[in-house]
């Protein structure tokens, strides 16, 4: 069974910095592309970032390009997130979520979650 | 980065069907095959039940169709039963800059 397990969603205040970490278990965790989505009320899912199979190819949406930054550690099975310069609108639900694949390539599509871990941007 | 458009709300009978548009533009959903739908329970992760616009997951009723005309995506859910009650979200890759996009949800209401 798949599972992505996320956790370090915390209080912080703005301009604080966080780390979030995804651990994954049940596939062969080196073989996929693996993203981070977010969910507020105000502003619905959102794609956060994502990371190659390999670690060397990262992306990022344009709403924390150059404040946030994603890695993994394939022999963990792990995923991070690196959050800084945190905003108030950071303030969200943070999904670790693996991107299928469909006869052997990427599908661009979303095919697991995890639980979500909650951080709160506030002073 | 804006949003792809979908209604808020939508609501149907045991046994109908209801359909629930995605509109975006010619950057994600008319320039891609890779579209997407997903269904959220409250306090639940969303769920993946359409991918490659048509595709279904194994496991995912042949209830949920999904097509594509244009800049518009659709998901239709046929025979309508009580447990399709959830928010129903689309995505769409949107390019090398963007890289994904989301819509802005929409409220089955089943009646």
């Known amino acids: 069974e798949v599972q992505l397990v996320e956790s370090g969603g915390v209080l912080v205040q703005p301009g604080g910095s966080l780390t979030l970490s995804c651990a994954a278990s049940?596939?062969?965790?080196?073989?996929?592309?693996i993203h981070w989505v977010r969910q507020s009320p105000g502003r619905g899912l959102e794609f956060v970032s994502a990371v190659s199979p390999t670690g060397v190819a990262t992306y990022y949406g344009n709403s924390v390009k150059g404040r946030f930054i994603i890695s993994r550690d394939n022999s963990k099975n792990a995923l991070y997130l690196q959050m800084g310069s945190l905003k108030t609108e950071d303030t969200a639900v943070y999904y670790c979520v693996r991107e299928g694949r469909d006869n052997g390539i990427h599908s661009q599509a979303f095919d697991s979650w995890g639980q979500g871990t909650l951080v709160t941007v506030s002073s | 980065q804006s949003a792809l458009t979908q209604p808020p709300s939508a609501s149907g009978s045991p046994g109908q069907s209801v359909t629930i548009s995605c509109t975006g533009t010619s950057s994600d959903i008319g320039g891609t095959n890779s579209v997407s739908w997903y269904q959220q329970y409250p306090g639940k992760a969303p769920k993946l039940i359409i991918y490659g616009v048509t595709k279904r997951p194994s496991g995912v009723p042949d209830r949920f169709a999904g097509s594509k005309s244009g800049n518009t995506a659709s998901l239709t859910v046929s025979g309508l039963q009580a447990d399709d009650e959830a928010e129903y979200y689309c995505?769409?890759?949107?390019?090398?800059?963007?890289?994904?996009?989301f819509g802005t949800g929409t409220k089955v209401t089943v009646l």
């Open positions: 049940g596939f062969t965790f080196s073989y996929y592309f």
């Open positions: 995505s769409s890759h949107a390019g090398d800059n963007i890289w994904y996009v």
